[in-house]
């Protein structure tokens, strides 16, 4: 799976977001990654959205993880406040990765021995402003033999 959206504003972040929820099935982890400010929560706010979340999606920056009710259940994570791989796994990522929900991870690149081999990279791109090339594609899992 290959996805590309390239927006103009804000909006269009979060509609690529919205979008790109369709594609997501029970068990994916998606593995955000972009500069600071470049959408990574606005994008997520949209995938929630496009999952039926009704509830306000916020960076889980202090919270760390935020849990929401949809259709399969979407966790959000963030590691930009964590010190150490130990402490994601501290949180039980594992038992969230390896469940029935969908998770986010943004600024997933901290800590990619975390990430499952066949997770979605969304890599955010800031081009100007207000603009954002998003590419969105799936890790290819390592088979034994490789």
Same mark, same amino acid.
């Given at each position: 799976?290959?996805? !590309? /959206?390239?927006?103009?504003?804000?909006?269009?972040?979060?509609?690529? &977001?919205?979008? /790109?929820? =369709? *594609? %997501? #099935?029970?068990?994916?982890? #998606?593995?955000?990654?972009?500069?600071? &400010?470049?959408?990574?929560?606005? /994008? @997520?706010?949209?995938? =929630?959205? &496009?999952?039926?979340?009704?509830d306000v999606v916020n960076s889980p920056t202090f919270k760390l993880i935020g849990e929401y009710d949809s259709t399969p259940p979407l966790y959000h994570f963030?590691?930009?406040?964590?010190?150490?791989? !130990?402490?994601?796994?501290? %949180?039980?990522?594992?038992?969230?990765?390896?469940?029935? &929900?969908? *998770?986010?991870?943004?600024?997933?690149?901290?800590?990619?021995?975390?990430?499952? $081999? $066949?997770?979605? +990279?969304? @890599?955010? @791109?800031? @081009?100007? +402003?207000? *603009?954002? !090339?998003? %590419?969105?594609?799936?890790? !290819? =899992?390592?088979?034994?033999?490789?």
């Amino acid at each position: 799976m290959r996805q !590309e /959206f390239v927006t103009n504003s804000p909006e269009e972040t979060f509609g690529a &977001g919205r979008r /790109f929820a =369709a *594609s %997501l #099935v029970a068990g994916d982890v #998606v593995a955000l990654t972009g500069e600071l &400010g470049s959408g990574k929560t606005l /994008f @997520t706010q949209g995938i =929630a959205e &496009g999952l039926g979340v009704e509830d306000v999606v916020n960076s889980p920056t202090f919270k760390l993880i935020g849990e929401y009710d949809s259709t399969p259940p979407l966790y959000h994570f963030d590691f930009y406040r964590l010190e150490s791989a !130990e402490d994601a796994v501290a %949180l039980g990522i594992e038992h969230y990765f390896m469940g029935e &929900g969908i *998770s986010v991870v943004e600024w997933a690149d901290l800590f990619l021995q975390l990430i499952p $081999d $066949d997770a979605i +990279e969304v @890599t955010i @791109t800031v @081009t100007g +402003e207000k *603009s954002r !090339e998003i %590419l969105a594609e799936r890790r !290819e =899992a390592e088979t034994a033999g490789d």
